[in-house]
């Protein structure tokens, strides 16, 4: 667990519903709260910077020029992406200047999703700011964490299950099969509300529980991300053994644990 809490939560993107996603802003705030590890997506420029941002273009995200908007990341220039004001005058942060500042604070833990950037070259710079041991790599194939285990036994890995309810059972059932090979930490989406106590949810009965005790059983974590976040679901989720979470919003999270959990 994250500095001795009781459980832990990827705060997605930083917060991505409370502040301004994947900027060096987002990842300080979710190293605010004690319970959670920000995730940061990463992707390669044209000179072969590294940078966090999460989609191909800045025409979601970003303010400005609206030809650099649509411009794929991976054929523009430092100067350019620079230039783009990406919320509350933030820029797309290098992904050097994150690692500096977990270098500077050793508590710090990171979800790192690799979306189009050489695996052999973050794991370089990873190294060179002494963070590896405190990054947690995050990909949507099981494959590439099989990668990054071959060349980094030791280091932890996640992918998700998602889409509708039968694609989240049917991938997560493929991924027990291979015995979790390659993968240390499994997410599934969990479309799910409480009504009158009880649990509703479009996923067959019992998967919740099967999840949790086939992940534990093979030593590894089942994280879980509630589609619908409220205080019942989390003290259900946390009584039915659940110790890892996802979210798009830190505070609320946060508050709602302490409520779920009467603390």
């Not at 995200?61 to 509350?88: C, F, W």
């Not at 998602?162 to 991924?175: E, M, N, Q, R, W």
């Not at 009504?195 to 067959?204: A, Y």
Request: glycine residues 6%.
């Amino acid at each position: 667990m994250h500095n001795n809490q009781k459980y832990h939560f990827q705060a997605h993107r930083g917060g991505l519903d409370e502040v301004y996603e994947n900027t060096l802003t987002a990842m300080q705030y979710a190293w605010t709260f004690p319970s959670a590890i920000p995730e940061t997506d990463v992707r390669q420029i044209a000179d072969g910077t590294l940078v966090c941002c999460h989609d191909e273009t800045l025409k979601r995200t970003g303010r400005g020029d609206t030809k650099l908007l649509v411009k794929p990341l991976a054929t523009m220039s430092l100067a350019e992406l620079q230039s783009i004001d990406i919320g509350g005058g933030e820029r797309v942060p290098l992904l050097s200047d994150l690692l500096a500042l977990m270098q500077k604070d050793t508590d710090h833990l990171l979800y790192l999703e690799i979306k189009e950037a050489p695996l052999d070259e973050v794991v370089s710079m990873l190294k060179k700011y002494r963070v590896l041991s405190r990054i947690r790599f995050v990909h949507k194939d099981q494959t590439f964490c099989q990668r990054v285990q071959a060349l980094l036994p030791q280091a932890p890995t996640m992918t998700w299950c998602s889409g509708s309810p039968d694609s989240i059972v049917k991938h997560f059932y493929a991924l027990a099969e291979s015995g979790f090979s390659g993968i240390t930490e499994v997410q599934i989406h969990f479309p799910a509300t409480m009504e009158r106590g009880e649990l509703s949810s479009p996923l067959p009965p019992g998967f919740l529980q099967h999840a949790v005790k086939s992940t534990q059983e093979k030593g590894r974590v089942l994280q879980v991300c509630p589609i619908e976040l409220t205080p019942e679901l989390l003290g259900y989720l946390y009584k039915e053994r659940v110790r890892s979470f996802v979210s798009n919003a830190p505070r609320a999270f946060t508050e709602m644990m302490k409520e779920a959990l009467g603390s």
